[in-house]
């Protein structure tokens, strides 16, 4: 049996890291390796307590989200205190990570997905983002280069 490998170099893992205290992580789900959708995600990334979504794409852009809640499918809104967006470039290291917070106390994300209101992961179950900043505020230039097309997503349980 084959060994799924994150895409995160060392150094991408260490900025990641540095975001949890230094957590470890482990390895869910690999898009790439599992499929683009939704029902694939959910299988794998369910009731597995905290976890982060590291998306990449071609523009060098690691971004993604952390909730410190569960997956569960139950189509409620989910208040998470603790849940953030994130992004970094590789090319401009030079530049902090960004990190995100939630406008609404009342919710962080929505549970039947990956969906975080204002950057939707595996968008109509594709390679794709929605990116809509509301909830969530930012500038969709330093979170994604507005460059939607993932090249990978995984998802990791941080403990």
């Known amino acids: 049996m084959s060994t ?10 260490k900025k990641l890291c540095s975001l949890f205290s230094n957590a470890n ?5 690999k898009a790439s390796v599992h499929g683009y959708n939704t029902s694939a995600f959910h299988q794998k990334c369910n009731n597995q307590g905290p ?9 060098g852009y690691v971004f993604g989200a952390f909730t410190s ?14 849940a953030f967006l994130f992004s970094f ?9 960004l990190r995100v917070l939630s406008g609404d106390p009342q919710y962080a994300f929505t549970d039947t997905g990956p969906n975080f209101d204002s950057l939707v992961f595996l968008y109509n179950n594709e390679a794709t983002i929605h ?8 500038d969709p230039q330093k979170m994604h280069g507005n460059d939607l097309q993932l090249t990978e997503l995984e998802v990791f349980r941080v403990e």
């Open 4 to 13: 799924i490998t994150s895409r995160l170099t060392k150094k991408q893992k």
């Open 25 to 29: 992580l482990s390895l869910l789900f």
């Open 51 to 59: 976890t982060v979504i590291v998306a990449y794409n071609k523009s």
């Open 69 to 82: 809640k569960n997956y569960a499918q139950t189509g409620q809104n989910v208040v998470d205190d603790k």
């Open 89 to 97: 470039n590789d090319e401009e290291m030079k530049e902090g990570t």
């Open 131 to 138: 990116s809509n900043p509301g909830t969530y505020q930012f």
